[in-house]
């Protein structure tokens, strides 16, 4: 057990984002029973995480300290405020919103230390080869975590009717959306100029299309704000329009995805064990469906709300087999 806290990964919450989201897409597709037993594994695997993150960061802090400086590990630590917000927003319920709140008010600091410590550190440490040759699909979870807040704090708004948390939702998701064009930018440029290997091609590079998806979830909850809000007057119809955009990117972005698992799996016959990577597929297929779905009733788009439906499926199914895989990893080990 000690062994395993001290190699736990930067992004073991990856579990409880993917677990959350299919949940999330579960229950907007009415399969309740499905949706309360994935709600359950995410609550559960958030709490153990969140014990063993805390163990670790005691009893091994070098350990912790020193993936906190890697590149190519430190943005897995934002899966702990994405996961937090998207349990959060999984359970809120407009008379019972206290979970929700909790969880939200626990994600802001570690969001803070993280947001401005990670590049702060990556651009001020000196490094033997340059931070721009350790880019990966992980770095866009430092949108995925702001968006996070985003959508917590949109929904919050929502069911309170708050000024001050929608304008805050809006300039979040406003972050996220330039985050992501800043992060897009160096990882294509990453992908175009370095020397594409089996080993570096990682599931991680899904994240590229899980962060549009939050975004556009994040997105559609803020379209759902009281459009008499202030906030809404100036910025409403320029979120409505970036989000349809971007959920048209992120569509368009999988069968590039695929083409990348198929030439490292196939071609370069890479072997398909279980990895803390692998939930960064998962995530992405769950929130691309829940966006979908949100946002095809919000915008009153039948196409969008069809692709969501069906994309649920895909993401249940993708979470049983990544599920499998971790349970014979763990067989194996035991």
């Known amino acids: 057990m000690v062994f395993t806290v001290r190699r736990l990964p930067p992004n073991a919450f990856g579990f409880v984002m993917a677990s959350g989201i299919v949940s999330l897409a579960l229950h907007l597709n009415g399969w309740d029973l499905a949706s309360v037993l994935l709600a359950g594994i995410a609550v559960g695997g958030l709490i153990v995480l969140a014990i063993l993150y805390v163990w670790r960061f005691i009893?091994?802090?070098?350990?912790?300290?020193?993936?906190?400086?890697?590149?190519?590990?430190?943005?897995?630590?934002?899966?702990?405020?994405?996961?937090?917000?998207?349990?959060?927003?999984?359970?809120?319920?407009?008379?019972?919103?206290?979970?929700?709140?909790?969880?939200?008010?626990?994600?802001?600091?570690?969001?803070?230390?993280?947001?401005?410590?990670?590049?702060?550190?990556?651009?001020?440490?000196?490094?033997?080869?340059?931070?721009?040759?350790?880019?990966?699909?992980?770095?866009?979870?430092?949108?995925?975590?702001?968006?996070?807040?985003?959508?917590?704090?949109?929904?919050?708004?929502?069911?309170?009717?708050?000024?001050?948390?929608?304008?805050?939702?809006?300039?979040?998701?406003?972050?996220?959306?330039?985050?992501?064009?800043?992060?897009?930018?160096?990882?294509?440029?990453?992908?175009?100029?370095?020397?594409?290997?089996?080993?570096?091609?990682?599931?991680?590079?899904?994240?590229?299309?899980?962060?549009?998806?939050?975004?556009?979830?994040a997105g559609s909850h803020i379209m759902a704000l009281p459009a008499g809000l202030p906030v809404m007057a100036v910025m409403g119809h320029v979120v409505g329009g970036l989000t349809y955009l971007l959920w048209a990117f992120g569509l368009w972005w999988v069968p590039l995805l695929v083409i990348f698992g198929v030439w490292r799996h196939l071609v370069r016959r890479h072997p398909l064990r279980y990895e803390s990577g692998l939930w960064s597929i998962v995530f992405p297929l769950g929130m691309y469906s829940a966006a979908s779905?949100?946002?095809?009733?919000?915008?009153?788009?039948?196409?969008?709300?069809?692709?969501?439906?069906?994309?649920?499926?895909?993401?249940?199914?993708?979470?049983?087999?990544?599920?499998?895989?971790?349970g014979a990893a763990a067989f194996r080990r035991a």
């Not at 300290?65 to 959060?88: E, H, K, Q, S, W």
């Not at 946002?295 to 969008?304: D, M, P, R, T």
Request: aromatic fraction near 10%; avoid cysteine; proline fraction near 4%.
């Open 59 to 217: 009893s091994f802090r070098n350990e912790f300290l020193r993936d906190a400086a890697d590149p190519r590990r430190a943005f897995g630590y934002l899966t702990i405020v994405a996961g937090l917000n998207v349990v959060g927003v999984l359970l809120y319920s407009p008379h019972a919103p206290l979970v929700t709140i909790i969880l939200a008010v626990i994600s802001v600091p570690i969001w803070l230390v993280l947001n401005y410590g990670i590049p702060a550190t990556l651009m001020l440490r000196e490094h033997e080869s340059p931070v721009a040759a350790s880019v990966d699909g992980s770095w866009f979870l430092w949108v995925v975590a702001t968006q996070s807040l985003a959508d917590v704090a949109a929904v919050l708004g929502a069911g309170h009717d708050s000024r001050a948390l929608a304008a805050i939702a809006v300039g979040l998701w406003g972050i996220g959306v330039f985050l992501y064009v800043m992060l897009s930018t160096l990882v294509t440029l990453r992908l175009l100029s370095a020397r594409s290997e089996a080993t570096t091609l990682s599931p991680n590079y899904w994240i590229f299309m899980g962060a549009t998806a939050i975004t556009v979830l």
């Open 293 to 326: 779905l949100y946002y095809g009733e919000v915008a009153e788009l039948s196409i969008v709300h069809s692709i969501g439906t069906v994309g649920t499926w895909v993401a249940a199914a993708a979470w049983l087999i990544v599920a499998a895989l971790m």
